[in-house]
């Protein structure tokens, strides 16, 4: 009996150690030529200019960990159903690339030669699409603003006299994640975000509004005063980051 459990920890110690880092293989076999990421205007203007301001290589990690999970199997099922096709379809790409199986968008296509075949085995493949599957929510918290609790915020904007605002997206919904992706990580917004407003994200497929607001369409945005007391402007919809921009300020200027 006791050698069992000790035989039954080693195997459990075994598989904890040896366990392989998604972001490892990413680093030794993919990061040569996928970078990381790059803010979306950034890689806008360098797309629209044929590659040449930036000369990538590849399109970004960020870049594909999208796509992939916009494209590849059903995104609307669980995470793990999902990473579970991703590994399917990497699989298959990183032995036998084509650009008849690019989950790019065809705007960039023909930007990139074809990817030459990676030599990664079951378990790195797994380890993989676990990571690129996860990766873009990670970027979008790193690179974004922070986020509060609506408790946290409402004490933060009143000692700091913040407008609080409230981002309210539902999962899946690809508006909500056009907005954090293009717009809500560039540095002009983060800027103006961090200067004068308080960021709250709630799902509103299963949170409330406060102040007995009713909610929109997704994305939307909700500006509440610092004392927590006043709706100053409720939107719905996504903008360029110059619109955004615009309507930071206007919601400003209701407060000055
Ligand atoms: C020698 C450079 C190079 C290396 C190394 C490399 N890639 Fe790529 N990869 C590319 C290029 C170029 C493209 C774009 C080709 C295309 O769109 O067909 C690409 C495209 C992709 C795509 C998107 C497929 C699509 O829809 O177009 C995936 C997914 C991908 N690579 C994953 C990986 C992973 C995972 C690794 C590491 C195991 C890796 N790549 C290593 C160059 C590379």
Redesign the pocket.
């Known amino acids: 009996m006791k050698t069992k459990v000790v035989i039954l920890t080693i195997l459990l110690f075994n598989t904890i150690l040896f366990a392989i880092s998604g972001e490892e ?2 680093e030794n ?2 990061a ?3 970078t990381y990421y790059i803010p979306q205007k950034k890689l806008n203007q360098n797309y629209e200019q044929n590659n040449t301001v930036l000369k990538l ?3 970004t990690l960020t870049e ?1 960990s999208f ?2 999970k916009d494209q590849v199997g059903d995104r609307t099922t669980d995470a793990e159903g999902q990473k579970f096709e991703i590994e399917e379809f ?1 699989a298959d ?2 032995k036998y ?1 084509s ?1 008849e ?4 968008r065809k705007e960039i ?1 023909h930007i ?5 075949p ?1 030599n ?1 085995d079951e378990d790195e493949t797994e380890a ?1 699409a676990d990571f ?1 599957y996860e990766y873009a929510e990670k970027m979008m918290v790193e690179h974004g603003v922070k986020r509060y609790s609506y408790d946290e915020a409402l004490r933060i904007a009143e000692k700091e006299k913040k407008i609080i605002l409230i981002e309210g997206f539902i999962p899946f919904c690809r508006g909500c994640i056009w907005m954090d992706r293009n717009v809500m990580v560039e540095p002009e917004v983060k800027a103006a975000l961090n200067k004068d407003f308080v960021l709250v994200k709630k799902n509103l497929l299963v949170e409330k509004l406060p102040l007995g607001m009713k909610r929109l369409g997704t994305p939307s945005f909700y500006f509440i005063s610092s004392d927590g007391k006043r709706v100053l402007e409720m939107v719905e919809g996504t903008g360029t980051v110059e619109e955004y921009l615009e309507l930071l300020s206007s919601v400003k200027s209701k407060v000055k």
């Open positions: 293989v990413f076999k993919c040569s030529c996928h290589k590849a399109p594909l796509r992939l990497l790409y990183l690339p650009k199986k690019s989950v790019q296509r990139f030669p074809q990817m030459p990676v990664v993989l690129m």
